[in-house]
Each structure stands twice: as C-alpha cells, then as structure tokens.
C-alpha cells in the first residue's frame, strides 16, 4: 500500500510474529448471532470497505455502536478496528485481529448471493466513561496481519474509514429526546386531531397555575409573618423607651428635691444653737 500521507499516532502491537488473536479493548455484544445479523437488502452489489446503512451519527456513553461494510477479501482478511478521528488520527484500539464468519456471535459475516453482496457487521457498547470533550469519531478498519506503521508507512495496513459520528453527555440530549417523544405521542394520540392537541397543551399551562399561586400565598404568608414580627418588635421597644425616660425624670426630681431639704435644717439647727439673749428695759439714771 502506498504512503497515505495521514500522520501517525503510535499504538502498542502484538509480536509480529505472534498470530492476531481477537482482543477486546472496549466492551462488546455479547449476543447471539441472530440478534446481531443485519440483513443485506436494499443493497446490491456492495464494494469492500464501503459503509453501508449508516444513518445514525448521534451517540450517548451506553449505547450500542452497529456497522456494517462490505466485507474485505470476502471475510478472510482478519482486521484491526480502531477508535480514531477525522484526519487519520488514531486515538485506540477497539478490537485487535477480528475473524469474521459466518457463525461468529461478534463477527458477523452475511452473505447474499443474490443481491451479490457480502457484509461484515460489528456491534460495539460505548463505554459509559467514554471520553465526550470532543465528541467527533470515526472507526477505521486495518489489516491486521501486517504491522501499522510497516515500511515507513504511517499508517500502513489501513483499508477503510467510517462516517464521522459523535458521541455526546446524555445530559445534553435527554431533553431533546423526551421533547421529541412527546411530540411523537401526541401526534399518534390525536391522530391529526389539532384540537386535542391545543388541550393537551392547555392543561399543561393549568396544571403549572397552582404551584405558581401555591409559590405567592406562601410569599404572602411569609411576608405577612415578618411584618407583625417588625410590628411588635417596634412596640416593645417605645414601651421601653416610655419607662426609661419616666425612671429617668422620677430619679432628676429626687436629686432636685434632696439639697434644699438639707439647707433648711441646717439654718433650723443652727438657729436652735444660738443662746438665748436676756432682754432687760434699759435703764435711765434718776437725776439726784
């Protein structure tokens, strides 16, 4: 194969010399082969490494990856499927030395004479930690029976790359999904019916009343609660102010009344004191 000209992302192999054996980096479907099949038709005259039926792009940790591609060398070159990104870029590996055939439970080989098409089909569970910081993938298929990176080749050994597709936080598609199943019951309910649908929604817009009025008299309480709070808070505190400035006048009249009181027995008790004075009629000398 010649040089692609994709840069080269490192990635731990087998021995060379070892046979590939299938290893499972990553959690797969560990299924029947009857649940795991994806039939051929629709499709004729299907070209080895081309993808086939991939309509779904959007993806959450947890869910079931499936794909499905002309078989390469119809099944007997074993592959190498890998995590990667756009550009060529290899981020792991997901399964190192699959076998298809025909009776594999993970390695699906479907072949339809008819249609002349032969298929091989992979089913893989995203990890539920699976990394969603950037949320843009693609799987790439290598032969793994010669060694990536060979003959100063980056990428050598590469057959085909998968549609880009994302994997996202459940968060971030949760609402969107429950909207859109919403909307999909309401039009089988109503069977085009759009005055079903206009109550459907009414009542929802009624059914939402009630915890907004719920919500404003628990305000209203609350508010009603605080002001008699401040109402008597305010009342006991001029009640105090009332009796301290009576405390306060009652005690200034003492103190006013108390040194006049003193003076007027002292001056009394010091008058008491003084001696008596003998009050004789004066005396005229008799003329002799």
């Given at each position: 194969m010649g040089d692609t000209g994709m840069p080269r992302a490192f990635i731990p192999r087998p021995s060379p010399c070892a046979p590939p054996s299938p290893i499972s980096v990553f959690a797969t479907i560990d299924s029947p082969p009857w649940t795991l099949a994806m039939s051929t038709y629709g499709y004729e005259n299907c070209v080895a490494g081309t993808f086939y039926g991939f309509t779904k792009t959007e993806f959450?940790?947890?869910?079931?990856?499936?794909?499905?591609?002309?078989?390469?060398?119809?099944?007997?070159?074993?592959?190498?499927?890998?995590?990667?990104?756009?550009?060529?870029?290899?981020?792991?590996?997901?399964?190192?030395g699959a076998q298809f055939t025909k009776t594999s439970a993970l390695y699906q080989l479907v072949v339809d004479d008819t249609a002349n098409c032969t298929l091989?089909?992979?089913?893989?569970?995203?990890?539920?930690?699976?990394?969603?910081?950037?949320?843009?993938?693609?799987?790439?298929?290598?032969?793994?029976?010669?060694?990536?990176?060979?003959?100063?080749?980056?990428?050598?050994?590469?057959?085909?790359?998968?549609?880009?597709?994302?994997?996202?936080?459940?968060?971030?598609?949760?609402?969107?999904?429950?909207?859109?199943?919403?909307?999909?019951?309401?039009?089988?309910?109503?069977g085009g019916n759009t005055t079903t649908t206009t109550s459907a929604t009414s009542l929802s817009t009624f059914s939402a009343s009630p915890t907004s009025s719920s919500v404003s008299d628990d305000s209203t309480s609350n508010s009603e609660t605080i002001g008699i709070g401040v109402?008597?808070?305010?009342?006991?505190?001029?009640?105090?102010?009332?009796?301290?400035?009576?405390?306060?006048?009652?005690?200034?009249?003492?103190?006013?009344?108390?040194?006049?009181?003193?003076?007027?027995?002292?001056?009394?008790?010091?008058?008491?004191?003084?001696?008596?004075?003998?009050?004789?009629?004066?005396m005229h000398e008799l003329a002799g």
């Amino acid at each position: 194969m010649g040089d692609t000209g994709m840069p080269r992302a490192f990635i731990p192999r087998p021995s060379p010399c070892a046979p590939p054996s299938p290893i499972s980096v990553f959690a797969t479907i560990d299924s029947p082969p009857w649940t795991l099949a994806m039939s051929t038709y629709g499709y004729e005259n299907c070209v080895a490494g081309t993808f086939y039926g991939f309509t779904k792009t959007e993806f959450n940790p947890g869910d079931t990856f499936s794909l499905q591609w002309g078989a390469i060398d119809d099944g007997a070159t074993p592959l190498n499927i890998t995590l990667g990104r756009a550009g060529g870029y290899i981020i792991d590996e997901i399964i190192v030395g699959a076998q298809f055939t025909k009776t594999s439970a993970l390695y699906q080989l479907v072949v339809d004479d008819t249609a002349n098409c032969t298929l091989e089909e992979f089913s893989w569970a995203i990890p539920d930690d699976f990394n969603t910081t950037d949320p843009q993938y693609q799987i790439g298929l290598f032969n793994a029976s010669v060694l990536l990176g060979a003959d100063g080749v980056p990428l050598f050994g590469w057959q085909a790359w998968n549609p880009d597709f994302y994997v996202r936080p459940v968060s971030s598609t949760t609402t969107t999904d429950a909207s859109s199943t919403t909307s999909t019951v309401a039009a089988t309910a109503t069977g085009g019916n759009t005055t079903t649908t206009t109550s459907a929604t009414s009542l929802s817009t009624f059914s939402a009343s009630p915890t907004s009025s719920s919500v404003s008299d628990d305000s209203t309480s609350n508010s009603e609660t605080i002001g008699i709070g401040v109402g008597v808070g305010v009342g006991v505190a001029a009640l105090a102010a009332v009796l301290l400035g009576a405390f306060y006048l009652r005690r200034r009249r003492k103190k006013a009344q108390t040194p006049s009181q003193g003076l007027g027995g002292v001056r009394q008790q010091y008058i008491q004191e003084l001696p008596a004075t003998e009050k004789r009629p004066p005396m005229h000398e008799l003329a002799g």
